[in-house]
């Protein structure tokens, strides 16, 4: 998510996780407290009509759908998830393991799907607005047309979507410490497709539909991702 799609790169058994700060940027309606919900907080707008029943109850059980789930980032989220007793499903092109093996995984539901196929054919916000998730976290989404689509789909069926974006779309570091209102141009293609996605979000949510969160990881390492190095490069000379 902090680097553009790449192959995978051979796992170095010793390697540990290591992750490295990011930014959050959130917008959020302003919230009420629904009596029948026993004290949960929910947004006043961007809720679907009904709500879930795991919500209503106020159990803390969460329907949560991961899109792109069994990579770098997804393979210690997902399992964090189940053990915080989430019901989780991981849509996934089913082409690959997870880096780590975890006997979590035996709990989420896996369904296999080629997003950019289905982006393609108009049916992918349709096949996740479908799974009926009270959360979904989508860790590969690339272009604004995917992300406008996905959020059109979700309005009236999920509460949030959590968005992986980058530190490319804040560009350049001109100056320490570098703050969200103190940026350079978006990096590349791939930081400038980030911003708008991110932009679009938060506008999503200022107007009162779906909320949203967007994650902008930096560099992500760990097992099977070795550390970009402070020149940008993975020579660790």
């Not at 989420?108 to 979904?136: M, P």
């Not at 789909?153 to 969200?180: D, F, N």
Request: charged share 20%; glycine share 12%; net charge neutral.
């Amino acid at each position: 998510p902090g680097t553009p799609p790449a192959g995978r790169i051979p796992a170095r058994p010793r390697a540990t996780a290591q992750f490295w700060p990011i930014f959050v940027t959130r917008t959020r309606p302003e919230v009420r407290t629904n009596s029948r919900s026993r004290g949960n907080v929910y947004p006043s707008a961007g809720r679907p009509s009904g709500g879930s029943a795991r919500a209503q109850l106020g159990s803390g059980i969460v329907r949560i759908v991961v899109i792109g789930g069994s990579g770098h980032v997804g393979s210690f989220l997902v399992p964090r998830l189940v053990r915080a007793r989430h019901e989780v499903v991981n849509l996934t092109r089913g082409t690959s393991a997870p880096y780590v093996d975890d006997e979590a995984w035996a709990d989420v539901e896996q369904i296999q799907v080629d997003r950019a196929a289905e982006d393609a054919a108009g049916t992918f916000g349709q096949r996740v607005a479908g799974l009926e998730a009270d959360v979904v976290v989508d860790m590969i989404c690339f272009t604004p047309d995917s992300a406008a689509a996905l959020v059109q789909a979700l309005r009236g069926h999920s509460e949030h979507l959590v968005h992986c974006g980058t530190i490319w779309r804040y560009g350049v570091s001109l100056k320490q410490p570098m703050r969200e209102d103190d940026t350079s141009p978006p990096f590349g293609e791939y930081g400038t497709q980030k911003a708008t996605i991110a932009e679009l979000l938060a506008a999503e949510t200022r107007s009162g539909g779906l909320v949203t969160t967007v994650l902008q990881p930096g560099h992500i390492s760990g097992p099977g991702w070795p550390p970009i190095g402070p020149l940008g490069n993975l020579d660790p000379a």
